[in-house]
């Protein structure tokens, strides 16, 4: 495969460090762009990532020293139209990536605040992308991180974003149907949308990747140096639930099921996303065409795996015990869940293992950090709910402190 010259929006997150890596690993050119703004927010919060990851600075230093291409890394905000045009322009990339969101549902949920700036930052970074790509590279193509959270839990099968119905006589592509299921994710339908009328309007082309919840802490091949090391959020805005209950059972804390814990999702482990990722990469659509894609290995209920991050922790010597809590959430229990996933497979997407096998990687992962966890063990608690109540808690809470 020639050589790409790859722009990642959002370099330095969960996903964008790991990606950085993966792409510079295969070959390719690779320059970005990233507002640091995970590493404020997840300080806001009181909260740190349970590894340890280092600062923007020593991660630059470690990609000089372990790969031979030069990288074009910068700290700059996606909101600032003229600077990523500008950057864009000057780089010529033939691929974006675009990780560049807040990817939280309950920081979003938090109050007007929390909502609103989550909706500008990804609903107006990502038409500032459009636009930027449209006017200086609208041959490349535009890889963007959707979620699987757009479609809801709907009582049908979930195609991979199209229904293709009779339309008066011929047919028609229509996107299907989004219920999403918080002010994060009504954020990801808008961006969905404008992405395709932007293909539609000016014959861009893009992969829209409907992602279902990824966890890990590592990827294939990657070098032993902990200035690559990606984050791992456990908090209750930016830890995802693997993650979370792994975290919970480094340190003996009850696994916390929200509910009655038969909500089902789709599952990824980080090392996939990699793969998905380049297979997407290295077969662009045509000119015009918006590529709706599911990505995730397989689904499973919260309850299963509360139950698999138990069996594997008590294999490793770490019993825990599983605590079902009041769901903060407004989210259906027991519902229908029937994704396709034919298009990753097509483009030969091969499951890398079972996730048992990945949880067991991410116990031995998170176990040196056990204390770090243990500081912060509070934040294991979900307090923000969709609701509202919260709000009312915690400033009674105020009143009666001050
Ligand atoms: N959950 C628990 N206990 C916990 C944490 C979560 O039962 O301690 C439950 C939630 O109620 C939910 C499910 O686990 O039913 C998934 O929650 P999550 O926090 O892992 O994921 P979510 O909020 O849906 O968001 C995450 C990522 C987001 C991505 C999305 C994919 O943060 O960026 O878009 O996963 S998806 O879930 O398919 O929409």
């Known amino acids: 495969m020639p050589e790409r010259s790859i722009f990642i929006a959002g370099f330095d997150g969960y996903l964008g460090w790991p990606l950085t890596q993966h792409l510079l690993q295969c070959g390719h050119v690779v320059a970005g762009l990233d507002a640091m703004l995970r590493r404020d927010q997840v300080a806001e919060l009181g909260a740190c990532s349970a590894i340890p990851i280092a600062s923007p600075q020593e991660r630059m230093a470690a990609l000089g020293e372990h790969f031979h291409q030069a990288t074009d890394l910068r700290t700059g905000n996606m909101l600032d139209f003229a600077t990523l045009r500008a950057f864009l322009e000057e780089f010529q990339p033939d691929t974006v990536v675009h990780l560049a969101e807040i990817p939280s549902a309950a920081w979003s949920m938090i109050d007007q605040a929390h909502s609103s700036f989550t909706q500008h930052n990804n609903v107006i970074g990502t038409l500032n992308l459009l636009w930027a790509m449209h006017e200086v590279c609208p041959e490349a193509h535009l890889v963007k991180l959707g979620t699987m959270g757009e479609y809801g839990t709907p009582a049908m099968p979930i195609p991979e974003g199209f229904f293709e119905p009779e339309f008066r006589g011929r047919r028609d592509r229509l996107p299907f149907p989004r219920q999403a299921g918080s002010f994060y994710h009504w954020s990801k339908v808008h961006d969905s949308n404008n992405t395709m009328f932007a293909c539609r309007l000016w014959g861009l082309r893009s992969t829209d990747i409907m992602q279902g919840v990824v966890f890990g802490t590592g990827i294939d091949g990657q070098a032993e140096d902990p200035r690559l090391k990606t984050r791992l959020d456990f908090d209750q805005c930016f830890g995802t639930v693997v993650n979370r209950f792994c975290c919970q059972a480094v340190i003996g804390h009850p696994l ?28 662009p659509p045509e000119a015009g065409d918006y590529r709706v894609i599911n990505q995730f290995d397989a689904c499973y209920t919260v309850n299963e795996i509360a139950s698999m991050v138990r069996q594997v922790a008590a294999g490793e010597g770490m019993e825990v015990d599983i605590l079902p809590l009041e769901n903060p959430r407004l989210e259906s229990t027991y519902h229908e869940y029937q994704p396709d996933r034919e298009k990753l497979s097509a483009l030969g997407y091969r499951p890398s293992g079972s996730p048992r096998r990945e949880i067991r990687l991410m116990l031995e992962d998170l176990s040196p950090y056990r204390e770090r966890i243990e500081a912060r063990a509070k934040l294991l608690l979900p307090d923000i ?8 808690l915690r400033a009674l809470g105020r009143e009666a402190a001050g």
């Open 256 to 283: 916390t099921p929200y509910g009655e814990g038969g909500q089902k999702r789709g599952f990824l482990p980080l090392r996939d996303v990699m793969q998905c990722l380049s297979l997407v990469i290295d077969s």
């Open 385 to 392: 709910r969709w609701d509202g109540q919260h709000r009312r």
